[in-house]
């Protein structure tokens, strides 16, 4: 496998340096490098090449020269952005009880999750980003690896098993690339770096990893015994491949709507075009701004004069110029591209508006009944795309800590991660409240279920710190 991958990515730099001519855009001739890794191991098309460079170029801004001309509103990244805040507002994310679980937890916390809206955000942009703990001067940093940066090689289970991390240095005045590849065995998870030297032609001969400083401390290979899931994290989209329907990878969550943001971006540069072709000017004739006695000419900014002859038999030299604008024309034109754009993407009519919308204000429950869609595509994302990445994480931050004694003296005991998203933001809490609390009341629900719902704790924890000592807790509920 190595031979094939190092061969197709030599290839890969080859077409790399053709689409940095094409493209003006380092990055993009990065993402040729990555995909025809990718092509190497047979997951992905030349279809799927094509759409994930479209949806990050998309997302980057980093278009054609042509389209360089258009005004861009870089609206992907305002829907990636949006549906990020939404899946990550209330997270929470535990490892179970004990005092290793409390290290993992808080580890992950004040890590991984304090850049979750980043990591999801570039998962809805590329179908897919990973989250990727390492190890560095005796803690476990964790590092958010987008679509275009890592080469997955193989898929099992519907996650990806099998993938390599390139990573960049310079020496010398030379550039290395180092490959880190993870593979998922029987026996647990092989972790192995290469370093190699970087040519004009591509990736050239393999480089001891002490070349680099900073690679020095990395062993060429590692196993991670008994370790049933890969060390890195994914979080991906839910949504069916269009691209290519015999893919593993997942799709970009605009994917269906890359037409209309396109449309979208025209609407909006003739829409501005209107505005700066319809700003108030002054018509001046001709002889209204010829010098007198040889002084020089007279300043008349385009901006602001439109000079003409207007004949000998004008009443005056001078006239207003105020053209009508069609702002309303051009509103309507751009939400009905918004209203396509949110049908598309799974968001509810009306999520996004180029003008004011009204209305009193609304409940939480009306405001549910009116965002189910949205509800629905969110809820989609955190169930199949964020909890299992998610789980995977808090084992993976234990598998470290055992494998390198962190937190409580490498605990062994067995966690049981658990995430929750919470509804908040489209629930009327107030009402999901009394709802939970009349089935506690008549006996259909556990005292220390509905405490662990409202204080947002574990069920163990409600029991033990919540509920009083020596019974009574119906009592205590139908008294709240």
């Known amino acids: 496998m190595w031979d094939r991958l190092l061969e197709t990515l030599r290839r890969g730099r080859r077409g790399a340096e053709r689409q940095r001519e094409k493209t003006a855009h380092p990055v993009a001739a990065w993402r040729q490098d990555a995909a025809n890794g990718w092509k190497s191991a047979g997951l992905i098309s030349p279809l799927m090449q094509e759409a994930i460079a479209a949806w990050l170029d998309t997302f980057y801004g980093q278009t054609t020269p042509e389209e360089r001309k258009r005004a861009d509103t870089r609206f992907a990244a305002v829907l990636t952005s949006q549906a990020a805040t939404l899946a ?3 997270l929470e994310v535990g490892a179970g009880e004990g005092a290793l679980a409390a290290w993992v937890e808080r580890e992950v916390r004040d890590g991984p999750l304090g850049d979750i809206h980043r990591a999801v955000q570039l998962a809805a942009a590329g179908g897919q980003s990973v989250l990727k703990p390492y190890m560095e001067d005796g803690r476990i940093l964790c590092t958010c690896v987008a679509a275009d940066r890592f080469i997955p090689l193989r898929y099992a289970g519907g996650r990806c098993v099998d993938a390599v991390f390139p990573d960049y240095a310079q020496e010398g005045g030379r550039r290395l690339v180092r490959l880190e590849r993870h593979s998922l065995l029987p026996e647990g998870v092989l972790v192995e770096n290469r370093a190699f030297w970087l040519n004009s032609a591509g990736i050239g001969a393999s480089a001891p990893l002490e070349t680099a400083a900073r690679w020095r401390h990395l062993a060429p290979e590692l196993m991670f015994g008994n370790v049933k899931h890969p060390l890195f994290a994914c979080l991906r ?46 018509i001046v004739d001709v002889t209204a701004v010829k010098p007198h006695g040889g002084h020089g000419d007279a300043d008349f900014a385009a901006e602001q004069y439109i000079v003409l002859d207007m004949g000998a038999g004008a009443q005056k030299l001078y006239d207003d110029y105020t053209p009508e604008m069609r702002i309303e024309a051009y509103q309507r034109a751009l939400n009905v591209q918004l209203r396509l754009l949110e049908s598309q993407c799974g968001f509810s009519v009306g999520t996004f508006s180029f003008d004011v919308r009204g209305g009193d204000a609304k409940t939480a429950t009306q405001v549910l009944a009116e965002d189910r869609t949205t509800f629905n595509m969110i809820r989609a994302i955190q169930e199949q795309g964020m909890r299992q990445g998610l789980c995977d994480l808090v084992d993976i931050y234990a598998a470290y800590a055992r494998l390198y004694r962190l937190g409580p003296a490498g605990g062994k005991e067995k966690l049981a991660p658990w995430v929750r998203f919470g509804d908040a933001v489209f629930e009327d809490t107030a009402v999901e409240f009394a709802r939970r609390k009349a089935l506690a009341d008549a006996g ?17 924890t409600a029991r033990n710190e919540y509920l009083p000592e020596g019974g009574g807790h119906e009592r205590n509920i139908q008294q709240l």
């Open 237 to 282: 989209m839910p949504f069916a491949n269009l691209a290519d329907p015999d893919s593993p990878l997942p799709q970009a969550l605009y994917a269906p709507a890359m037409d209309t943001l396109r449309e979208l971006d025209r609407i909006y540069t003739a829409f501005l075009w209107e505005v700066q072709s319809g700003k108030r000017r002054q």
């Open 88 to 90: 990550v507002s209330e």
């Open 444 to 460: 259909l629900l556990r005292a220390e279920k509905l405490l662990s719902w409202y204080f947002g704790v574990s069920e163990e």
